[in-house]
């Protein structure tokens, strides 16, 4: 199993190296020509609604890229008649590779997950690599100083964690950024996502909305500041509001093309008990 994982977390670097090296053919108008902190939007949420960026709102505007992200979570109801708490620990890394002067693809992987519950005295852990996603994306429309961008995601059925059966998915959605006046910028979108598990021979499938909008004011382009609002939904089988997550952070550049970036989380409403998420990038934009 060591063997296995060891492959899989090389094969996995190299991917992110060989995604990350090509620029864009040309500047776009509507998008930063160089590296520009309030570019696009940090993924966000959790690792059971967002494994490998799935659902997550993606870049408007096509680049080269590779990052490094460590995301740690917090269920804390202890409060609860069932005394239930969780604490999750990841990491992911993402890449992406211009195709054309308007299309790119992106490759997520989360190389490790671990997970220690705690539910009425009962303590489980143990990490798992995987699943990953894949996907294609488009800047549709450039004006003045507005991006658009579509893109279609899937998710592949690679986790260590499932003893039995495998989850997989298809995901759709649009991506917008408008600069505005006094280093403004404002960012977010919607996806569609739709995992589905197939266990026992039967497929049990979601539909999974999943809408971000958020600000940035940049001190400089080398570094932003931000705050939004991200919510995750079930339309189906059963409609309900999951996370109503309130979120800020910052991006920061440094030198040879690296930069940094943390983003905070505090759902503040929905089904799902999580307490609190923070993650840390590092990323790298040739």
Not at 68 to 91: M, Q, T
Not at 101 to 124: E, F, H, K
Not at 225 to 236: K, P, S
Request: with cysteine.
């Amino acid at each position: 199993m060591n063997r296995r994982r060891a492959t899989a977390l090389g094969a996995a670097a190299l991917a992110a190296l060989a995604l990350s090296s090509a620029r864009p053919a040309r500047a776009q108008q509507g998008c930063a020509p160089a590296f520009d902190a309030a570019a696009s939007p940090l993924a966000g949420g959790t690792s059971t609604f967002n494994p490998a960026d799935f659902g997550s709102v993606p870049d408007v505007c096509p680049a080269g890229e590779a990052t490094l992200r460590l995301r740690g979570e917090l269920v804390d109801a202890s409060g609860a008649p069932d005394f239930f708490g969780r604490l999750v620990g990841s990491a992911t890394v993402h890449a992406r590779r211009v195709v054309t002067p308007r299309t790119w693809v992106g490759l997520s992987i989360d190389l490790l997950d671990d997970r220690y519950v705690n539910d009425a005295g009962l303590a489980a852990s143990g990490p798992s690599f995987g699943p990953a996603t894949v996907g294609f994306h488009w800047t549709a429309l450039e004006r003045g100083r507005t991006a658009l961008a579509l893109h279609t995601r899937l998710l592949l059925p690679l986790d260590t964690a499932r003893r039995s059966g495998l989850e997989a998915g298809v995901e759709v959605g649009a991506a917008a950024r408008t600069a505005l006046p006094r280093r403004f910028t404002v960012d977010g979108g919607l996806t569609l996502a739709t995992p589905v598990d197939f266990v026992g021979g039967q497929a049990h499938g979601q539909l999974r909305p999943n809408v971000l909008a958020e600000a940035w004011w940049s001190r400089s382009a080398r570094l932003a500041f931000f705050a939004g609002v991200a919510a995750t939904l079930e339309a189906a089988p059963e409609p309900a509001l999951r996370l109503l997550s309130p979120r800020a952070g910052l991006r920061g550049g440094l030198r040879h093309h690296l930069w940094l970036a943390l983003l905070a989380e505090a759902p503040v409403a929905g089904t799902d008990r999580t307490t609190v998420v923070a993650s840390g990038f590092l990323g790298w934009s040739p």
